[in-house]
């Protein structure tokens, strides 16, 4: 053992060793590097802008683009989806500038790259980080062999308001959970090291920072949050990437404490790089910059000067450095320090990608065949399987293959919003339908499925834009050709389908464009006219499981009392309709469990599992009673909790304990539960173990995730789930900001989601 200890000390030292003379190289080079550049040469490398990778077309002398590359006025680029050759070509001109610096490559890869994974949100139902973590690594494979080396994900932003049409993006409202999916992510893009093979990518964390708590869940809106909160609830998900080595990060649009993320020194330099000891580069959203003019803070010359000495390296779209940097250094707003940090960053990034050793390391068009290749989408589709929600079922899932079925709704047969917003490489037509995947199981079986879309999604027709995932339609190019049936005859098809059938399956919700970015709803219930759809299938007496296609949690109150059940799936990706079939008849049982709460009615929200108790609580559950803490119309819980999620099987928890009911400040103590499958199904449960800190300094949740374990039994199993405890997990900001745990007594509760939960009591001295 000690020999075996000495070697692994030996190997660390020496791998230490390694790292810092690497460094040094690395600072050695960039050094030689910058002195040589010129400051124009400098401010170049601060500068974003997007443009198509797909066709060389446009790249001739006069463009724009290519007089900036040619000029070393460019530091990265970014677009929609890559053509190797294209992209050879742009840092052929890059590498025409005067030091020839070669190029970053960007994209928006959010949920994949041409295979499309699960919207983020559903992926993080799956409270699976391992799965999380191997679909990051397929979709940098995919994109890397597609010529991008750097990824505007994961998306980390914190949200406790579905109003938000961006909550898609995220891994929901609770900071723990989403920091262990922004480390899954970024291993996945990154890998555990600082060295970037072929396959890997600079991760960019976004958007920093507080982006998702925009008053009144309205896109780009005022953060209005004290510092002890968003240190407490919001902030640990950014923390946690840069502790898994994240290489950027993008500032968001938002302000915090009157000052634009952008130009804010308190996020980007004293929380970012001094606390969570990032050091790699952030660049700004798109536009950012230039709209700070707007927030009302200076002209575009003053708020690109504020941002460069707040702690922002490059500038996405807005041209504010690379257009007001030199004449502000000349007036001495910035100084050459300030310009060579940033610029600095960027080398390093490119250095550690290796693209001054090999420009073209990652355009070289030879691993083209990796891309949507049928292992990636075997993962897409195990996914796709555990990101399903089981909101409700009355028994009548799984469904048997012998059923005959009416399969009606807006998405059963539509390939497009399967896709989920942000989908910038996906192809419509590579997406499985819930239809096809319906007939493919039922090949070989008795069961029948009949089809017909029944309503439209919407009554009148949704702006485009940015919130419609940029899936490329080309499989729905003929929807035009013929004369449309009107809302009654779609309705009377479906409802004479139904009629005839022994269930009806009901695939509805919102498209796409209902969610993502600029995409806010006031109204968060499925769109009426599908109401009225799904109104008159109930009018038929036959059962029906209503399958949501959604970028958010909805108001579905009226729904989970009359139908028999709901399986969420919200959007599911290339795969969806297999892995919605699979579930649906059992082939896959669902384990998902929400990340977010699902409202009962939009004026709950903001909605969140871990509020405070306020000094006149008022029972979840109870009624109205008049001056506590509640609403006249409608109870305070939501209609599912967070961590909530139905499985085919049962799960029963018993014997929660503690190794010791007390915990020296410095000690540990292990909580343990035995959790037993009682159905008749194998089955994954997620046991889940919070806090609640009984009395402090400060007010604190009445419950904190602290702990999660993802387990599989087979029916009739058991197995006991153990989490260890320390200090370190009872921790929060205190009112002087300080990372404390005080003693006393914290409830520790452990459950199957944060509504039914067993407590223990531990006492900490
Ligand atoms: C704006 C979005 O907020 C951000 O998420 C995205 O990465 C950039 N545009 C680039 O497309």
Known sequence: MKKILTLGALALALFSLNSCSQKSEMDRFIDDLMGKMSVEEKIGQLNLHSMGFRSSAALTDDNATVKALKEGQMGALYGFGGSPETMRQLQDFALQGPHGIPLIFGMDVIHGYQTIFPVPLAISNTWNTDLVEKYARVAAKEATAGGINWVFSPMVDICHDARWGRIVEGAGEDPYLGGEMAKAMVYGYQGHDDVFDETEVLACVKHYALYGAAEAGRDYNTVNLGRQEILNNWMRPYADAAAAGAASYMSSFNEFEGIPASANHY?????????YGFDGFVVSDATAVQEMVAHGIGDLQEVSARALQAGLDMDMNSDGFVGTLKKSLDEGRVSIKDIDKACRRILEAKYKLGLFEDPYKYIKGERTDEIFSEENRALAREVAQESQVLLKNSGILPLSKDAKIALVGPFADNASDMSGAWAMSARASDNVTILQGIREA???????????????ATAQPIGGGFGVGFTRNEGRQNANAKPQ??????????????????VIVACVGEPNAMSGEGSSRADISIPEIQQEFIAALKDTGKPIVLVLTTGRPLTIVWEDENLDAILNTWALGTEAGHAI???????????????????????????YYNHKNTGRPHPDYDPYRKFTSCYMDVINAPLY???????????EYSGLSLSSD??????????????KNTGKYDGKETVQLYIHDVVSTSTRPVKELRGFKKIFLKAGESQTVTFDLTAEDLKYYNHALEYV???????????PNSRDTETVLLTVK
């Open 442 to 456: 039922l090949e070989g079986h008795k069961g029948t499925v009949s089809y017909a879309a029944g309503s439209k």
């Open 267 to 275: 996020l980007l330099t004293e929380l970012l790089r001094d606390t």
């Open 485 to 502: 049936p009107t809302q009654a005859q779609m309705v009377a098809e479906a409802v004479a389908i139904a009629k005839r059938s022994d």
């Open 641 to 651: 909790p967070f961590g909530y999620g139905l499985s085919y099987t049962t799960f």
């Open 741 to 751: 745990c005080e003693e006393g007594d914290f409830e520790i509760m452990v459950g």
């Open 662 to 675: 007390s915990m020296p400040m410095d000690g540990k103590v292990t909580v343990s539960v035995n959790v």
């Open 581 to 607: 079939a699979d579930v649906l008849f059992g082939d896959a049982n669902p384990s998902g469990k929400l990340t977010t709460s699902f409202p009962r009615e939009v004026g709950q929200l903001p909605l």
